[in-house]
Structure formats: structure tokens, C-alpha cells
């Protein structure tokens, strides 16, 4: 069994402006691959406290945001690569952008996961539940790239 390519992680620290942090994360499209990336960027963004308080609600949101990537917009595809770009600014807050090579969706066809049947669905709640965590969602490139903003 051939192994996942690892995560490629560039890091840029900037103090002596208001950009503290630019993240570039590319990934292999392998769901086993989403966590251990998640964990790479919290752990900086903690460091550096991007996101004091604030933390658990980015983390999940990236979590979600990559675990769609992955699942829906490269198919699960071990030869595809997801993208991820982590922004940090002092005063401002984060910044993320997480980019898939799929077609996108439209977002007016994903069903609310709180209405009907879905509320008993165990699968669904992505979207739902970063638009809840994070400040600022924007789905652009036909749904293929997700910036999410948290302050």
C-alpha cells in the first residue's frame, strides 16, 4: 500500500507588519490526510494567537471547509490536491481559503441540515455549521473555493 503524500506546509511569519502569519498548505485529496493538517495549522495558529478564544469555532470550520474539499470537490482522488491558504492579521483576525479542483456546487441545492428529514441525516451539516462558526462566509469559483473570516 502506497503511502499518502505528506502535507506540504509554508509558513511565513511577518511582525513588523500588521501580517503575522500567511499559511500554504497543499494536501493530498485523502480524507486521512484532513486532520493531521488541521492540527499542523491550529497548532501555529494558537501560537500565535490568531484566534484567541476564538479557536475551537476556526477549527472546526477548517475541518469541515478541507473535509469538502476532499470528499466532494476532488472525490476523495489521492492524486488530487487541495489548497489552503491561513491569513493572520493583527487586529483584523483570520482569514482562510480553502481551494478544490472540482466542478463547485450550487449552493442553493444543498439542503438546510435543521429542516424535514435532513435533521435526522448523519451526513450534511458542513456548510451549515461553518456559516454558524465563522464571521464571514463567501463561496466563490462556483463553490470550488470557500473564504471564511473570523475577527
Known amino acids: 500500500m502506497k503511502a499518502a503524500r505528506k502535507p506540504k506546509i509554508t509558513t511565513a511569519r511577518r511582525r513588523s507588519s500588521k501580517l503575522m502569519l500567511e499559511m500554504k498548505v497543499t494536501l493530498a485529496a485523502d480524507p486521512l490526510a484532513v486532520d493531521s493538517v488541521v492540527q499542523s495549522v491550529m497548532k501555529t495558529v494558537r501560537k500565535l494567537q490568531c484566534a484567541t478564544g476564538k479557536d475551537d469555532a476556526v477549527e472546526l470550520a477548517l475541518t469541515e471547509a478541507l473535509a469538502n474539499a476532499v470528499v466532494h470537490g476532488a472525490k476523495s482522488d489521492k ?73
Open 79 to 151: 492524486h488530487k490536491t487541495v489548497e489552503c491558504d491561513v491569513l493572520c492579521e493583527k487586529d483584523r483576525g483570520i482569514v482562510i481559503v480553502v481551494r478544490d479542483p472540482g466542478e463547485g456546487f450550487s449552493l442553493g441545492k444543498v439542503p438546510s441540515p435543521v429542516q424535514g428529514r435532513n435533521i435526522l441525516s448523519n451526513h450534511g451539516r458542513g456548510i451549515y455549521l461553518i456559516n454558524q462558526l465563522m464571521d464571514e462566509v463567501q463561496f466563490l469559483k462556483n463553490g470550488s473555493e470557500i473564504r471564511m473570516v473570523k475577527r
